[in-house]
């Protein structure tokens, strides 16, 4: 997955990520053209999620999102521009 692929896409980050902060992924995302969403529906096309996901995992596997651990979004995010890495502070 390279950041274009992100693009246009609706997203949901769900969990703890031991490696990264949340709100720096989430404007890097957004700076790559993706939505991010609050909660997973229909609309949501990626998950990422950290430890502990929950419900929010549960929904996305029984509507067929794809889904993704924290290791495949630092991929993503060291891929993108420099401006948009997000490492924890």
């Given at each position: 997955m390279t950041p274009q692929?992100?693009?246009g896409k609706t997203i949901?980050?769900?969990?703890?990520?031991s490696e990264l902060d949340r709100a720096a992924a989430e404007a890097a995302?957004?700076?790559m053209g993706?939505?991010?969403g609050a909660?997973?529906?229909?609309?949501t096309?990626?998950?990422?999620?950290?430890?502990r996901a929950g419900s929010k995992l549960a929904k996305a596997q029984s509507l067929g999102v794809a889904v993704?651990?924290?290791a495949a979004l630092k991929v993503v995010l060291a891929a993108a521009p420099a401006a948009a890495a997000a490492p924890v502070p």
């Open positions: 692929d992100l693009a949901v980050l769900t969990g703890k990520f995302l957004v700076r993706a939505t991010i909660s997973v529906t229909k609309a096309q990626i998950l990422f999620v950290g430890e993704y651990d924290e």
